[in-house]
């Protein structure tokens, strides 16, 4: 595998690219937030006059709000403070700054709070014992209700020559960045700037507006380089309370959250209970009920995405004729449910794939064998109603079926192969725009992005330049700008940066491309090329240094510049199929099938995984190395949510395990040699049909590995995470 | 982490003076700084002085005869790299490769690993079937405490206010091993954790388990079960059913109480097995 010199490596591997922890400013002072004592309550007092006497001490709470932002409307739903009700554990009750992190501290120790305890709402199960009943939808409990039927589903369940009915749950996980959230805040005049480590400077930006009640003009958003974000660094979260004090300081103020605090207040996936019953006739899919109940914590009514949108990966991409689904997302005293890589779709898969196995099993058919004949086909739709097209799933599952055939001719006893699928649709519906800028010495690209660490900014989008203009990699250069000086863009998630932001950096180049062979008088397309140095535009026979097709005034503001977009199409759905709620169609399809082999201890129920294998449609590849370099990542990332991953919410509300000690994501000895195979040939929505590539690798692993313990051990584990405790637990039931 | 103040005695006598100066004043010891650091950091330890051993000359390690005294600063990698200490000892080299990675043991220590007393220790459960005694110093000088004796329970030992783990004395070889069970293999703190060792002198076996709160246990009628020897595979059975009935165990966030007896008769099984195949 050739691969290109990342152009972050060195200023990385040298200490000197600056993440949010690293800020810093002259007379900078230090935040810490005052977090509720208890997961739940009436809140009858924060006084906060003990910390504000300790010297150079500043402390902001609920009160002092209007008095700092103005008179603006502040979405009242998302208060930043605790104000009469505390609703989740180490809710934020008042923010603090000093001079020093250590007399911050102090300062938090001294406030008084008191807080009249009420019992915190934690277990799904203990608010629905049973599937919530009709009109369960109203209940204050509820945060959403999807509900959608094709076909006659109870005709289908009363014909079925066999009838699956299972049980599943998953656990929350986190995102666990190696770098903790943190901002660096200045308000000077009428302007609130603020320096952040996000994957999102202009959904910050918009945020802060709603959050702090002023006009999104008036705000600055920054971004730092980012020590990973895998969805937990999206949204605006430590800025306004940054910001409120650099204001009534007016001084610059950081707040950085300890890695303790980063397990107790950060958005994550929560738990879920599915329940899958299958209806078979014929040795096919009839039909499916799908019930999902999913903690959202303290999530908003009407705000919920995940519930409509995780829906359809419980039908995955299989025939499935007749189907009811219903979800609710359910409210608890935790905190709000967050994106954690491919949000909710590797508990999904596992649930799903887990269940075809036990279907497979049942009516006695081969696993591989039995998703083949299910899989949508090409030109077909799905169970929702889309057209399917780009559809690279099937050819991916023949490459793997033949690896894992191979792989169980060669296992050893109490060794097992598994198989599992993983559907997935990029985030290209969301919009971005960008601005490219010719000089005689390159290219350069202006984004408001910061790297993430995926390399989808700093290669992947330079990599699309350089593909449509020609030029060499190292001559296209990524400029990063703030929210007042780059183009508009949606934010690094959702597997959309090559794939969507990349289609508005391959538009401005086009257009840049176009006014070049304007200047050329050129009837074929203008490519760029380095001759002796020199950035020439090339057109058939013709060829004419950029230097000399640049106006004076275009080389003396920096070059010719041009504008590309990209506000994705999204498909529908069939929406006659809907009851309640809303469900979300998929922008393209995109996926991965992956083989595991482990060994099980049938004793102690211990799992190692012996060697793993990925096939992905990714459309097409961008660049290798970066691409691989993601799978192989969403692979170990999986395999923690797979066997180890778990925060333990106590009955009490609190977290058992906010740290990295008790929540196990995998080190280098648990991780096995992974095989990655690209898949493409079947085009996405990205730059000539490149599908994104962050994500979708992580959807199967829960589940591919959950099937090996099952071909090694029989044990059906229907919890996630797989620890030795679950599997030796579905071995003692048979 | 609150500051303090860090002293470095050059000898043991000034490193008694300056902890009995400071004592009831908030004073810890510091050896490898594994454990206590973190403590520190988080504030479940508070001393405002701190007290390296890190200049004591007693990173030894000293053979006299069957005996081994490990010094109580020697970091835990020099253990496991000596291929005498290997041989003598295996269930002590198993349990010191069972703490952390290479980096870490480069720094961990014996002594650090006995006074800190933590309930999931990996070394202690080891020693505590090789027999191991405490060599303590003080003002009024030294005193040698069994093991079993030193450790009170979580986090509580009997060192007295002023006094110094200066060593760790193994009376005698003795083929052992020690197994353990993790939700994540490495890194991780043990569900449940079982040591055996025989003594050929004696002709007794020693069976310990850890991973229990609030410290790691002898469990005689397990090694009494095992008898004098070569146990018979009826003899392993009942031991491995004391284990599971007398073993103090408890549910916690790292298991259930059912799931740990249960490993710790399997794992118990296979530590006899472990140590029979390391008979010389």
């Known amino acids: ?734 | 982490m609150s500051a303090f103040e860090l002293i470095v005695p050059a000898t043991a006598e000034e490193a008694v003076a300056a902890l009995r100066a400071a004592a009831g004043d908030g004073v810890a010891a510091l050896a490898g700084g594994t454990d206590l650091l973190l403590d520190l950091e988080d504030g479940r330890v508070t001393a405002r002085r701190v007290v390296s051993l890190r200049r004591l000359p007693w990173r030894t390690l000293d053979w006299n005869g069957p005996t081994l005294t490990i010094g109580s600063t020697l970091p835990l990698r020099r253990l496991e790299l000596d291929p005498e200490v290997r041989a003598g000892f295996p269930g002590l080299y198993d349990a010191v490769r069972a703490v952390g990675g290479p980096a870490l043991r480069h720094r961990a220590t014996v002594g650090g690993n006995l006074g800190r007393s933590a309930p999931a220790s990996d070394l202690v459960p080891v020693l505590l079937t090789l027999d191991a005694e405490v060599e303590l110093i003080g003002a009024h000088g030294s005193r040698g405490v069994a093991l079993d004796r030193f450790l009170v329970g979580s986090r509580r030992t009997t060192l007295a206010a002023g006094e110094l783990i200066r060593a760790v004395r193994l009376p005698e070889r003795r083929p052992s091993a020690y197994l353990w069970q993790r939700v994540r293999p490495s890194n991780d703190i043990s569900q449940i954790a079982v040591a055996t060792a025989y003594s050929p002198t004696r002709r007794t076996w020693h069976v310990a388990i850890g991973g229990v709160a609030p410290r790691p246990v002898l469990v005689p009628e397990a090694a009494g079960a095992l008898g004098g020897g070569r146990p018979t595979d009826d003899a392993v059975r009942r031991a491995r059913e004391a284990v599971r009935r007398h073993a103090p165990v408890t549910a916690d966030k790292r298991g259930s109480e059912e799931y740990r007896r249960h490993l710790a008769g399997v794992l118990l099984d296979r530590a006899v097995a472990t140590t029979l195949a390391r008979f010389a």
């Open chain 1, 1 to 734: 595998m050739s691969a290109v010199r990342r152009p972050d490596a060195d200023l990385k591997l040298a200490g000197q690219a600056t993440y949010g922890t690293d800020l810093d400013a002259p007379g900078m002072l230090w935040a810490a937030l005052v977090l509720a004592p208890g997961p739940r309550g009436r809140l009858r007092s924060v006084d906060l006059s003990a910390a504000r006497a300790l010297p150079g001490v500043v402390a902001v709470g609920a009160s002092d709000v209007p008095a700092l932002a103005g008179r603006g409307e502040r979405d009242a739903e998302r208060p930043l403070f605790a104000d009469a009700q505390v609703v989740y554990p180490n809710q934020p009750l008042a923010a603090v700054a000093a001079p020093t992190l250590e007399r911050a501290r102090a300062a938090v120790r001294a406030v008084r709070v008191d807080l009249a305890a009420e019992p915190a709402v934690t277990d799904l199960e203990a608010i629905f014992p049973e599937w919530p009943g009709s009109g369960a939808a109203s209940s204050p409990h509820v945060a959403a209700h999807v509900h959608a039927r094709r076909g006659d589903v109870d005709a289908a369940f009363g014909s079925a020559d066999r009838v699956v009915r299972e049980t599943y749950r998953t656990a929350s996980v986190h995102q666990v960045a190696l770098e903790p959230h943190a901002c660096l805040a200045e308000a000077d005049g009428t302007t609130w700037r603020v320096r952040t480590s996000t994957q999102s400077p202009f959904g910050v930006r918009e945020d802060l507006s709603s959050l702090l009640g002023v006009p999104e003009s008036s705000i600055v958003v920054d971004g730092t380089w980012v020590g990973g974000g895998f969805g937990g660094k999206g949204a605006s979260f430590l800025e306004p309370y940054a910001l409120l004090l650099a204001r009534a300081s007016g001084r610059p103020v950081k707040l950085a959250l300890t890695y303790r605090e980063e397990f107790l207040l950060g958005r994550t996936t929560l738990p879920s209970v599915i329940r899958l019953d299958t209806a078979v006739a014929g040795g096919r899919i009839a039909a499916r009920r799908v019930r999902l109940l999913l903690d959202v914590g303290t999530s908003l009514p009407g705000r919920d995405f995940a519930t409509g949108y995780s829906i359809g990966f419980l039908l995955g991409p299989y025939q499935t004729p007749a189907f009811e689904v219903e979800g609710y997302a359910v409210r608890t005293n935790k905190p709000a449910f967050g994106p954690h890589r491919a949000p909710f779709a590797p508990q999904c898969a596992f649930a799903l794939e887990s269940h075809l196995e036990e279907v497979a099993h049942q009516v006695g058919a081969d696993p591989g064998q039995f998703r083949a004949d299910h899989l949508w086909v090409e030109g077909g739709t799905t169970a929702m109603g889309q057209p399917v097209a780009g559809f690279g799933i099937p050819a991916a599952l023949a490459q793997a079926r033949a690896t894992a055939a191979r792989w169980r001719a060669e296992a050893p006893a109490g060794h097992g192969v598994g198989i599992g699928l993983g559907f997935w649709s990029t985030g290209a519906g969301a919009g971005g725009e960008t601005r490219v800028v010719l000089s005689e010495r390159g290219l350069t690209i202006l984004e408001g992005e910061r790297e993430i660490g995926s390399g989808s900014v700093v290669v992947g989008l330079a990599a699309v330049a350089a593909e449509r203009t020609g030029l060499p990699r190292e001559r296209v250069h990524v400029e990063y700008g703030d929210t007042a000086r780059a183009p508009f863009d949606s934010g690094v998630y959702g597997s959309r940066t090559v794939a969507a932001l990349g289609g508005a950096v391959d538009e401005a180049c086009r257009s840049l491309l176009a006014t070049l062979a304007q200047r050329l008088g050129a009837t074929v397309p203008v490519r760029l090329e380095v001759d002796a140095e020199q950035l020439v535009a090339v057109a058939g026979s013709s060829h004419r240094p950029v230097s000399e097709l640049l106006t004076p005034e275009e080389l003396r503001a920096g070059g010719l510049s041009a504008d590309g977009k990209h506000y994705g199409r999204s498909g529908a759905i069939d929406e006659s199929i809907v009851l309640d709620g809303t469900f979300y169609a998929f922008t393209d399809f995109s996926g991965a099938v992956h083989v595991a082999e482990v060994a099980v201890d049938v004793e102690t129920g211990g799992v190692t995984v012996v060697r793993y294998a990925a096939f992905q449609d990714v459309g097409r590849t961008v660049d290798r190395a970066s691409a691989h370099a993601q799978v192989e990542g969403a692979v170990v990332m999986g395999l923690g949510t797979a066997l180890t991953e778990e925060a333990i919410w106590r009955d009490d509300g609190r977290l058992a395990n906010p740290g990295l000690l008790d929540y196990r994501i995998p080190t280098l000895t648990e991780v096995p040699p992974i095989e990655v195979t690209f898949v493409e040939g079947y085009p996405g929505a990205g730059p000539s049909g490149a599908k994104g590539i962050g994500e979708p690798p992580i959807i199967p692993v829960p589940a591919t590995i959950a099937a090996a313990v099952r071909a090694a051990s029989g044990a059906h584990v229907t919890d996630l995470p797989l620890t030795g405790e679950r599997v030796a637990r579905a071995l003692k039931r048979g």
